[in-house]
């Protein structure tokens, strides 16, 4: 045949994907045969065969396109053409249990033609974009050994190895056989680093720092620690050479290594010869800028371990050196403190040593607000030790004029000690004087910063002011609030009367500085808690979250807000939709996590280009506990949720994430609060949350929800079942009582839920489950339902016992609003009312060809559905009768002020709350805490069967 020049080849071929485009696989299969049959019998038409038929829906010509597929992968000589190539990787991405004939195609094209860097580089670049660091370690064994000259390749080798030696999912063998391979490359890579000043080095040596840090992590990942300190301290690649080009954070890596290795006395003079206090003043100049707690701590950790007689008082007396030449060192502070502590572990000094210290500490630094938790650090459990240093501070800063600092860290130190290190519950006199002495510094700073200010209107400067230390002042006066009372549950649980006072408490710092990180935070989990979904989106939205923010801290809207806010309040002019509408939000944070798998391996490739290896690594780390992220299954099962409850199916862009049993990384973080706990005890945060931390039983609950759904879905279609149900598992759901990740509605539902799934898969034609096993079904969901028709049943006050137990109560147990308990609780009865109601519409419809249920069971749950999803609507339209009832504004006002009546608040915090909450904005924030309320009872009411 005669050759085919490139323009005719590229329009053959055009011809072939614009069918394969446009559907029409038919026609691309012919035209690749009439082709074939002309005499263009190559293995690139072959491939693309192959693949056509792969993709055919037809079931014979499926299996086919994998079988010539496999053929071209194992035929000889081995496919060297990239094209083709490529063609076949394609398919074999996309088949099950074909890892290694993948990784074997593109390796032995590479030994075919080991000259081709397009090859070698394709062959790389495939399998470290898949994770097949083993095929992507041999790549680069291959390129370093075929293309010498290019010396990124040999760190590419040594990259890998460590990847391998360094991967869970690595066997033991592998570990030890690349981790050592990673080692001796790195150190042959530094021992030919030339010493002195010659300049040449050879091609595989050493050049840069990010190089030198990845010898120091294989070395650290090996143990390798004493090698890594006589590394950091040769003189060609060492802390003065020119590869480190006084990098002072390989001061901290030396460091890291010393403590790590255990080497006490080597680390010990590390930091005495780097903080000894030179007489030159360019060096103590530069001396400042080495002060790093990392070194110093490293100093306090060789003072506890060597066991040589006064040396505690050695490295006291050494630090206090340091301290004279650089007084505000926090870092040198700490580290005397420490030692002295170690000094008294060891005998070798007293209690009475470690006060006074205490107060210098506090001289030279009570007027930062980092001061109260270094002191609660060194002192904690002691208790005396505490009351002194808070008595010191009143004493000796109380009339500061330097600003309101040092008091605001003995406020804190008032509500760690006296408050949350109460052996039983702090009094309602402590909690109002505390809260008093807060505003009321509050207020007089503020004052104090007005006359200063006398031409800027607060209005004019509120928008740009950001975050000031007296701001903490109004979120411990919220935190001192929100202490928890005993239910009748015997569990802790904060009042609700509290939540409002301290939510107006935080409104009323949000105007004064409406960018606080730790107001607004606080405030959503506030909201969310008192039942106001819409204020807990509106007030998130101002905390502007990007990002890997939906990974760290989201979750502190998001959990159980499908249970609580599902609906969309009104808009909002000039606000995204995620500002107001749930399901936008949810759908805001998952496109985060779909746009960083873009993002992390774009970053990663450039990283490994670009030779910062410790970087990449990390990115690497990241991308795994994003795809793998617990916030990301959470999202997705409560996105689908929230699109159920609101009407409409649930969002088939999420059913991979929904159905995924695989093992979750947890990165939620909760520092952001504010905690002044006492040492040892639960931080602040978790006395405000919305239920139990979600974790693993939850997952497997909210999967039986969704699984459920999907099969009545199914049935709906008249599709076949999918295998992936497996009733089984069912059972294991409820085996986990050690892992309390529920609330008590949560966990009923998951029961009924998995009985509704085993009904709903009989239905669908599944033959695991017995005629006797299905009454029982049955009969559980149907007592259960009368049970929760004796909980929703209103008396003649118009309450039920769920109303009384979860609504705001503004006095006389009168029900004044909804909480976040009641929003939950109804919610999660709508959802199985819900599948309820569809599963005995489906088992009722005529013609079906689905099992049947008992006729008198299906009629009798019918019923008894419709009547719970009434009697919701009846309770929910009470309690909405409760809110817009005269007298509740007021009510809601004078308790922000006065208290909760049946425990009265101290006429010193009523006066100072008064003074500072304006009287309007309290009453626009209690209006728009009803507003919230009846927007959230509405959303109850739009639920439908």
Known sequence: MAPINDAVFLRRNNQIQDAIDGQNLKQALQLIEKRMKKGEDTRFLKAWKAHILWRHADEAHHKRGITETLELCNAEPPTTEIDTLDILF????????????????????????????????????????????????????????????????????????????????????????????????????????????QLLSPPRAI???????????????QGRNAEAVKILDSENVGLTSRIVQNDTAFLGFKASNLAAGKMWEEGMSFVRNLYAVPDDEDKRKALRELDDWNIWNLLVKATENIKTPGIALETVKFVEKFIEFSPKSRNAALARLDSIICGINGGEMTEEDLLPACQKYIDSHIHKLYAFNDIRRILRHNKNGMSKMLKYIDETYGEDEKGSVPMINALKLDYCLNISGSESKASNQKIDDLVARCMKLYQTAKEREKAKKPNNSDQGTSSTIESQPIDDLCVLAAMALLQPAETRETEAQVPDTALIRAASILERLCRDSPHNYQALLLLVRVYLLLGAGSLALSTFSKMSVKQLQYETVSHILFTRLATIHPHSAPPVEGAEYKDFDPLSAFVQGLNFFRNSEVNTMRFRTAGLDEGTYVNTEEIIELRRRLSTSFNRRMYALDARRTQRLVGGDHMARYDELARDKSSTVDSRKFGAFMSCEFIDKPEFEERVRLGPLPQTNWLASARITDQLFSVLKDIAFQRPLTPEIDLPSLEALFISDAENDQTEAEKEAAKIHADLLRVATFMAGSKMTTSEQLDAALGRVEDWLESKKKDLALNEAITSSLITSTAVSLGADTPAGPTWRYLHSVFVLLETVKALSQLVGLASRKGAKTAKLPKERVERLSTLAFELYEMIRSNTRALKQRVSASGVLSSLVDLVIQGDQSAKSEKEVQDILEATLDSSSVELFCGSLMESWEEALDGVMRVKL
């Open 90 to 197: 394609k398919t074999l991405q996309k088949l099950d249990g074909h890892a290694a004939t993948r990784s074997s195609l593109w390796e032995k094209a590479a030994k075919a033609k080991p000259q081709d860097l397009e090859l070698q580089g394709r062959w790389f670049t495939y399998a470290f974009e898949a994770n097949d660091w083993k095929s992507a370690q041999k790549a680069a064994m291959s390129l370093q050994k075929n293309f010498p000259k290019d010396r990124k390749y040999y760190f590419w080798a040594i990259f890998l190895s460590h990847l391998i030696a360094t991967d869970d999912a690595s066997s033991e063998i592998d570990r030890k056989l690349f981790g050592t391979l990673a080692y001796r490359m790195i150190s042959k890579a530094a021992a030919d680093v030339p010493a002195g000043n």
């Open 207 to 221: 050049q840069t720092s990010e190089e030198l840090r990845l010898l120091l992590q294989i070395y650290e990942n």
